[in-house]
């Protein structure tokens, strides 16, 4: 068996050494648990095992070795996060213990796209519990169900959230990629504080069907992988229509080869806006940020810095409502149509069952945003359909549109997100900015990749683009990438680092 750094290796490597006979995917899923065992008492990233994995791979072999192969992620371990629905042995949860040993019905469309390409869902991702729309004083990456998971370069330092474990399995090398949700920055986030590339796609792009839902406006899965090349690939594998989610249905033709798209010299040509429409920028992040633009500068692109953007106060006002009714609606739909094991039913089942269950469930923080949630009507109330089409003009027409219109953009670029803060069960996450809400309302593609990092703590670099620019975007991410080489592996984490305990 070849020698293979699980935590640097690329889908198109691992898919290699499967062509070429020196390893098989059982043998592969097993270094991946294998890695798990030895590693995740430090970071916490993984909440469940699939127990049917290594027959599922040993499936997958007999198929090569009879001459047929799904595609590229033939053979190859992936992570999905613990809110997405898969009809095995694993449960879908949330994180939450109100749904703990509950199983969904049927593999979330995502999921169903996975296996058809010949991935093996190895396990599932803790997360930041029921994808942190709970409190506004939460701690990321913390689950009642599966307790705190923790950056995979600093183990006292957030892993961002709520793709949480996703950022952390992927970037660790529990599997050869992982995926992740966002409604605004869950995956962006996480991938940029742990050192990976993380993919948010357009709405419409990737189908919701099968996901906990938060806001079905902004709701999407996506990729979490080591590079972009590995993004774009795993990306064309979940992409595709689905008749149980409408707006798969206005993308543009599937599938689409995204790898297609790549080459070193993506930058030269293009034309990028700077955003510098965020406060409270430590001095830090911003030595990274002016560094990065160097580097797209010197691989000839044309800086337009800076760029007027969203007028992100009113966008925040507008978020809130609209994520608030789009929560509870939702959420009631999908638990009255779960299984018959799941024992709350509605976001005022679950609000209940927190509140009977405080000592386990809430030892930390509340659930002020459920309760907030919990008391708006229907979609058809006039507060929530004037907070939808102000959220969608101020993102959109007002917003990334008029800034790419103005200048002749192909894409806007900015930091991520802050570098990781220390975890704090008292306060909660420390956030001071990030690019990811614009996009995340407007349901645009929102690319973030390695750009450097900050005494250790890696800082990522977003790429912002209009709908179903997919391709721009990877395209323009790949070139920068090359032109860095920047991605360093963490350190190996070991439980014995830290207290695990109940001391934040």
């Given at each position: 068996?070849?020698?293979?750094?699980?935590d640097?290796?690329?889908?198109?490597?691992?898919?290699?050494?499967?062509?070429?006979?020196?390893?098989n995917?059982?043998?592969?899923?097993?270094?991946?648990?294998?890695?798990?065992?030895?590693?995740?008492?430090?970071?916490n990233?993984?909440?469940?095992?699939?127990?049917?994995a290594?027959?599922?791979?040993?499936?997958?072999?007999?198929?090569?070795?009879?001459?047929?192969?799904?595609?590229?992620?033939?053979?190859?371990?992936?992570?999905?996060?613990?809110?997405?629905?898969?009809?095995?042995g694993m449960?879908?949860?949330?994180?939450?213990?109100?749904?703990?040993?509950?199983?969904?019905?049927?593999?979330?469309?995502?999921?169903a796209?996975?296996?058809?390409?010949?991935?093996?869902?190895?396990?599932?991702?803790n997360?930041?519990?029921?994808?942190?729309f709970?409190?506004?004083?939460?701690?990321?990456?913390?689950?009642?169900?599966?307790?705190?998971t923790?950056?995979a370069y600093a183990?006292?330092?957030?892993?961002?959230?709520?793709?949480?474990?996703?950022?952390?399995?992927?970037?660790?090398?529990?599997c050869?990629?992982?995926?992740?949700?966002?409604?605004?920055?869950?995956?962006?986030?996480p991938?940029?504080?742990?050192?990976?590339?993380?993919?948010?796609?357009?709405?419409?792009?990737?189908?919701?069907?099968?996901?906990?839902?938060?806001?079905?406006?902004?709701?999407?899965?996506?990729?979490?992988?080591?590079?972009?090349?590995?993004?774009?690939?795993?990306?064309?594998?979940?992409?595709?229509?689905?008749?149980?989610?409408?707006?798969?249905?206005?993308?543009?033709?599937?599938?689409?080869?995204?790898?297609?798209?790549?080459?070193?010299?993506?930058?030269?040509?293009?034309?990028?806006?700077?955003?510098?429409?965020?406060?409270?920028?430590?001095?830090?992040?911003?030595?990274?940020?002016?560094?990065?633009l160097?580097?797209?500068?010197?691989?000839?692109a044309?800086?337009?810095?800076?760029?007027?953007?969203?007028?992100?106060?009113?966008?925040?006002?507008?978020?809130?409502?609209v994520?608030?009714?789009?929560?509870?609606?939702?959420l009631?739909?999908?638990?009255a149509?779960?299984?018959?094991?799941?024992?709350?039913?509605?976001?005022?089942?679950v609000?209940?069952?927190?509140?009977?269950n405080?000592?386990?469930?809430?030892?930390?923080?509340?659930?002020?945003?459920?309760?907030?949630?919990?008391?708006?009507?229907?979609?058809?109330?006039?507060?929530?359909?004037?907070?939808?089409?102000?959220?969608?003009?101020?993102?959109r027409?007002?917003?990334i549109?008029?800034?790419?219109?103005?200048?002749?953009?192909?894409a806007?670029v900015?930091?991520?997100?802050?570098?990781?803060?220390?975890?704090?069960?008292?306060?909660?996450?420390?956030?001071?900015?990030?690019?990811a809400?614009?996009p995340?309302?407007?349901?645009?593609p929102?690319?973030?990749?390695?750009?450097?990092?900050?005494?250790?703590?890696?800082?990522?670099?977003?790429?912002?683009?209009?709908?179903?620019?997919?391709?721009?975007?990877?395209?323009?991410?790949?070139?920068?990438?090359?032109?860095?080489?920047?991605?360093?592996?963490?350190?190996?984490p070991?439980?014995?680092?830290?207290?695990?305990?109940?001391?934040?």
């Open positions: 068996m070849p020698d293979i750094a699980l640097t290796v690329t889908l198109a490597e691992l898919q290699a050494h499967l062509t070429a006979g020196d390893l995917a059982v043998e592969l899923a097993e270094l991946c648990f294998a890695r798990m065992d030895a590693l995740d008492g430090g970071v990233a993984i909440i469940e095992r699939n127990p049917d290594v027959r599922i791979a040993a499936d997958l072999d007999a198929e090569r070795a009879r001459g047929r192969t799904r595609g590229p992620l033939h053979g190859l371990p992936i992570v999905i996060k613990d809110n997405i629905d898969t009809g095995d449960t879908t949860t949330v994180g939450s213990l109100a749904l703990a040993g509950t199983r969904a019905t049927r593999d979330a469309h995502v999921v796209r996975l296996r058809a390409a010949g991935a093996v869902i190895i396990a599932k991702s997360l930041s519990e029921w994808a942190n709970r409190s506004l004083q939460s701690s990321s990456g913390w689950s009642s169900r599966g307790g705190q923790r950056n183990l006292d330092r957030t892993p961002g959230g709520s793709s949480s474990g996703s950022a952390v399995a992927a970037a660790c090398g529990f050869a990629a992982a995926i992740g949700t966002e409604t605004d920055g869950s995956v962006v986030g991938a940029a504080m742990n050192g990976i590339v993380g993919l948010k796609p357009s709405i419409g792009l990737v189908s919701r069907a099968g996901i906990v839902p938060i806001a079905h406006s902004q709701d999407t899965a996506g990729p979490m992988t080591r590079s972009v090349a590995d993004a774009a690939m795993l990306l064309a594998a979940i992409a595709g229509p689905d008749p149980a989610d409408p707006a798969t249905g206005g993308g543009s033709g599937w599938p689409v080869d995204y790898t297609a798209a790549l080459r070193p010299d993506g930058l030269a040509g293009a034309r990028i806006g700077v955003i510098r429409a965020y406060g409270n920028i430590r001095s830090g992040v911003d030595d990274v940020f002016e560094a990065s160097a580097v797209l500068r010197a691989a000839g044309e800086l337009i810095d800076p760029v007027d953007y969203a007028d992100l106060p009113r966008l925040t006002r507008a978020e809130v409502e994520t608030s009714y789009e929560f509870k609606a939702g009631d739909t999908y638990l149509g779960r299984g018959g094991d799941v024992r709350v039913r509605s976001l005022d089942d609000i209940a069952f927190n509140a009977a405080a000592e386990r469930v809430m030892p930390h923080f509340g659930q002020d945003r459920m309760v907030r949630a919990v008391a708006k009507g229907p979609l058809t109330e006039p507060a929530y359909l004037e907070a939808v089409a102000t959220a969608r003009r101020l993102s027409a007002d917003g549109d008029a800034a790419l219109a103005a200048h002749g953009l192909d806007l900015a930091p991520t997100t802050s570098a990781p803060w220390l975890i704090d069960w008292v306060n909660g996450d420390n956030r001071s900015f990030g690019a809400q614009v995340a309302v407007a349901g645009y929102h690319i973030t990749v390695p750009a450097g990092y900050l005494r250790g703590l890696p800082v990522g670099l977003s790429f912002i683009a209009g709908a179903f620019q997919e391709a721009t975007l990877l395209r323009l991410a790949h070139a920068f990438e090359q032109a860095t080489d920047i991605r360093r592996p963490p350190p190996d070991t439980p014995a680092t830290i207290d695990l305990g109940e001391g934040g």
